[in-house]
């Protein structure tokens, strides 16, 4: 299964690649993302930019919308984003007991992609290639990417 697999999975439905484009898919998938996206967000108690910021910087009243149960269609790229998000949050889980892994994105890490700086700071700053490479770090330390 690839990123947006685990997006996929929030349906428990497997979609085969040349249809993740397709609205009727996204719409399906959704609500079932944002909302697996915001109980994470408030296991790692993200404040609203943290959020934004992984979901690549909706607009606030957007941002507040989804928040509110209104999430319509996401865009392909903010459904990538929450599964690289949901990918992280499983690979912590494995690896680290259950308080650890909520906390070891606001912890300053000695990884040199993260120069010394937080895990979730490194992925809002630069965006979904910081949570790609955060994703590949954590499932090569628990052995593959599922």
Same mark, same amino acid.
């Given at each position: 299964m690839d990123n947006y697999g685990a997006a996929v999975q929030v349906s428990h439905e497997p979609v085969a690649s040349e249809r993740r484009h397709d609205p %009727?898919? $996204? /719409? $399906?998938m959704s609500g079932p993302?944002? /909302?697996t996206f915001l109980n994470i967000a408030q296991a790692w108690k993200l404040t609203v930019d943290e959020? $934004? &910021? @992984? @979901? &690549?910087?909706p607009a606030t009243s957007t941002f507040h919308k989804y928040k509110a149960g209104d999430v319509g269609l996401l865009t392909y790229d903010m459904l990538t984003r929450i599964s690289l998000v949901i990918g992280i949050y499983k690979a912590l889980h494995i690896l680290y007991g259950d308080e650890l892994a909520d906390r070891w994105v606001k912890l300053p890490n000695s990884n040199p992609q993260f120069a010394g700086r937080p895990a @979730?700071?490194?992925?809002? %700053?630069?965006g979904i290639d910081g949570l790609y490479r955060a994703r590949r770090l954590l499932d090569g330390r628990r052995g593959g990417w599922n």
């Open positions: %009727d898919v $996204r /719409r $399906r993302a944002m /909302r959020q $934004r &910021g @992984l @979901l &690549g910087w @979730l700071n490194f992925m809002v %700053d630069t």
